[in-house]
């Protein structure tokens, strides 16, 4: 296991986590390069079929960073994201694989260290789950 | 509109496991309305097998299609080309889908994703409510529109019964208790009196009770 | 008010104007005949009629109609119940002719409570008629002699029909209403839910009076004797259309350990001293929940014994 690097598809709007991302980048702050990342224009818009996506085509990990809770620019988005997230996790259960590999996390664009704080704590979580059982092959 | 519920995905996968290669289609009738069988939930129940059947290490193939209406026979005739190159096919319609869908071919093997609930309408996002029976003799006119026989968990005629409690129901706290709602709209609009007379046995023959049921309009049949 | 319509011996101690008294029954969960009649022993002699539950809270029991031929059997009127859960229009007809032959004079129609509540949840039910309208059936097969459809009845069914009434449901202004149209139906007594709070009661049966309701038909009042604190809060916390009032559950509470059933019964007799005195209340229905063998003892404490022969 020690070799097994994970491959996490992170959705992120882009007034929030995806800025986030870039001022980690500027403050040269290193965060695990398992972490890809998918730009959204609100979390509001990612679905709970993206998510499903992501795992039926092997991601070990999926995560959803939207604005922090009361700061959505469109004002529901993230919370609509949280109840998607939470659907995932349900259906993931249901099939037996745990549903920590799906999470919702709330930053805002100023928060560039806990940008690399979430990637790596997500990056540990599936590292200690291990590969997801979906994976068919190395991708 | 129908309203209904996805079954669980295990029934769902208990129900293909033979198969293959699979088709699952939808309709743009009232389970897409009740975000049950639309579009979306055609991609998210084909996705959720395809991830199960991964896991199982016995991928699956699945062919996504989605259909005007199930309950209509110019709409089942479009798979026509289409519906035997599947080992199966889920239909994400309500009853009236798979078994419209079997009747016009045979030789497939037909699965329902949707358990079919009831007839009512969406009392918030998210939520459908019960509001019909289908009981072939409306009566609502005679309960200012608040029918009892959908309702009412005993479909009572003659309400409240000795159960009702602070405007709920005695079978859950979760039930409002209709003939509560229909006593308190008569008294507010001073005709309680409507109520005082002891409503006949209802005839359930035009119900379900009465056998299998049609309607023929003669002015369209051809 | 005053044709005998069955002959039944509830309906002559009433007719008669006795202050009558009628006890409470549930048939076994099972064959146990045995059980049955040790039950049914305890109340012999000491009520007018007792009332044989159909499933009651939708717990499946020997019928009642079976459980009924073996109270008249023993000795003891039954007052056949039958809720409308669990049988349509043609088994009740049927039921009614037939517990009518086994020798029952009296019945009490009920909705019966939903299954959800019993030990069957899955089950389907019925409700094809309510409980208005089965007193209404009752009153055209006795009356009228013909069944739901008009056809004749081969010699009708005689019998004193009840109702149940239950003051403490919402909405509470309509409640002394629909005992009107119970009356209106076919009633000719019914049988309070247990009364508890008997303020709400006596505001109840002043409605009740003032419409003019006791001149047509016997209210019967529902005791049920407390027999602990924890059944008294689970019927006021638990029991939809029950009302315990915190007053006397502080009362069972007040009397210390052990004797709470001694003080529910004390409540209990107390209760069926004031309906005695109470205007339009033409009896007392106990239902001593499978404490049968304690309505001697109450009977005997509430000067209610012996019974009247009529």
Known sequence: MDTFEPQIVAFCCKYCAYAAADLAGSMRLAYPPNVKIVQLPCTGRVDIFHLLTAIEDGADGVYVAGCLEGECHFMKGNFRARKKVEYVKKTLAELGIEPERVEMYNLSSAMGPRFAEIAQEMTDRIKELGPSPVRTETV | MIIGDRKSLAEILDMIKDCRNILITGCKGCVTVCNVGGLKEVQVLASSLKIARKKEGRPITIEENLLERQCDPEYIAEVSDIIHNYDAVVSMACGVGPQFLSEAYPKQKFFPAINTKFFGGATAHGIWEERCAGCGSCVIHQYDGLCPISRCSKSLMNGPCGGSANGLCEISRDVVCIWDMIVKKKMEQGRLDDLLAVAPAKDWSTSRDGGPRKSIREELTQ | ?310
């Open chain 3, 1 to 310: 008010m005053n044709e005998n319509k069955s002959g039944s011996n509830l309906e002559n101690v009433l007719r008669a104007g006795h202050f009558a008294f009628t006890g409470e029954c549930g048939p076994p969960k099972g064959a146990n005949v045995g059980h049955l009649k040790e039950k049914i022993a305890f109340l012999k002699g000491n009520v007018d009629a007792v009332n044989i539950t159909d499933n009651q809270t939708a717990v499946v029991r020997m019928s009642s109609w079976a459980a009924s031929a073996i109270s008249v059997q023993e000795g003891v009127e039954p007052n056949f119940q039958m809720v409308c859960r669990d049988r349509n229009r043609l088994a009740m007809m049927s039921d009614i002719l037939g517990v009518y032959s086994l020798g029952a004079r009296n019945m009490l129609c009920l909705s019966g409570d939903h299954q959800r509540f019993g030990n069957h949840p899955d089950a389907k039910n019925v409700y094809d008629i309510d409980s208005l309208q089965l007193i209404a059936l009752a009153k055209k097969m006795r009356d009228e002699g013909k069944f739901l459809n008009g056809e004749a009845i081969d010699v009708a069914p005689k019998l004193f029909i009840g109702a149940a009434c239950n003051p403490f449901a919402d909405p509470f202004e309509f409640r002394v209403h629909r005992l009107a149209k119970k009356i209106n139906a076919g009633a000719d007594f019914v049988q309070t839910q247990c009364i508890y709070n008997m303020a709400k009661f006596r505001t109840f049966m002043k409605m009740a009076v003032d419409m003019g309701l006791t001149e047509k038909c016997f209210v019967l009042a529902g005791v049920t004797p407390l027999k602990s604190i924890g059944m008294a809060q689970y019927m006021a916390k638990q029991v939809p259309g029950m009302d315990v009032p915190a007053e006397v559950i502080d009362r069972l509470k007040g009397v210390g350990k052990g004797k709470a059933a001694e003080e529910g019964i004390k409540f209990a007799i107390e209760q069926i001293e004031e309906f005695k005195e109470m205007e339009g209340v033409a009896g007392v229905h106990l239902m001593a929940i499978e404490w049968e063998h304690k309505v001697a003892q109450i009977a005997e404490q509430a000067k209610m014994l012996p019974r009247p022969v009529v």
